[in-house]
């Protein structure tokens, strides 16, 4: 062990690993795959976990969603998913949904506000 040389990374190393980092292992792209199908995408840190929000709206409502994430299992955010198809983009709207208390065991309180706000932003 003794015979092998020790190479130590350089601060121009470092600035070239940081920089692929940023451009592309860190990306959402690089760590979850491509998003099929859908047109808007938003990732949201909340108390509960990261909540990926894919989903397609169109002339104002909600035409395809899925979710997914660290906040719940897969299969309850497919339920949560399934009750968002079909409802219009406003927070109006979304409300009554997103604060049902079924809703609410699964993605957690402090979760429908940012939620709303991604699914009613302008792409």
């Given at each position: 062990m ?6 130590h990374?350089t601060?121009?190393?470092w600035?070239?690993i ?8 860190r ?7 491509a998003?099929?199908?859908?047109r808007?995408?938003?990732?949201l ?8 929000v ?6 104002g409502v909600?035409?395809?969603v ?5 906040v719940?299992p897969?299969a309850?955010l497919a ?15 979304l409300?009554?949904i997103?604060?049902?208390?079924t ?5 957690g309180?402090?979760?429908?506000a940012p ?5 009613t932003?302008?792409?």
């Open positions: 003794t015979q092998i040389e020790t190479y990374l601060d121009h190393d600035a070239v940081d920089q692929r980092l940023a451009e592309k292992y990306t959402d792209a690089w760590n979850y795959g998003n099929p199908g859908f808007q995408y938003q990732r840190t909340v108390p509960a976990g990261d909540l990926h894919n989903f397609t709206s169109q002339r909600l035409r395809r899925a979710l997914f994430g660290t719940a897969a309850q339920q949560v998913a399934e009750q968002l198809v079909g409802v219009a983009t406003t927070a109006a709207a409300t009554p997103l604060t049902q208390p809703v609410t065991a699964v993605l309180s402090a979760t429908v939620l709303i706000d991604a699914l932003k302008e792409a």
